[in-house]
């Protein structure tokens, strides 16, 4: 499963960054977790809103940190 977090590096950023880690640790031990900075690759996903999470090339949310518990939804969706 590729975990792709969208921002410039802010608090809220860091903190989706970990939840994603923790929440895909909890369901498999196949994932990778990559941090986008760059604008041009963030925009190119077509997202305005930062932090954002994408899961295998699809945007799952924007402009907002969801929870423990509602990304392990997300990404169990995803596996």
Do not use: W
């Not at 041009?40 to 518990?69: C, D, H, M, Q, W």
């Amino acid at each position: 499963m590729m975990i792709q977090v969208l921002g410039p590096g802010c608090p809220k950023c860091k903190k989706m960054e970990e939840i994603a880690h923790q929440a895909a640790n909890e369901l498999t031990d196949v994932y990778l977790v990559e941090k986008v900075t760059d604008i041009a690759k963030i925009t190119g996903f077509g997202v305005a809103t930062t932090p954002a999470l994408v899961v295998n090339g699809y945007v799952k949310v924007t402009g907002r940190v969801p929870s423990l518990e509602e990304m392990k939804k997300i990404l169990s969706s995803s596996l």
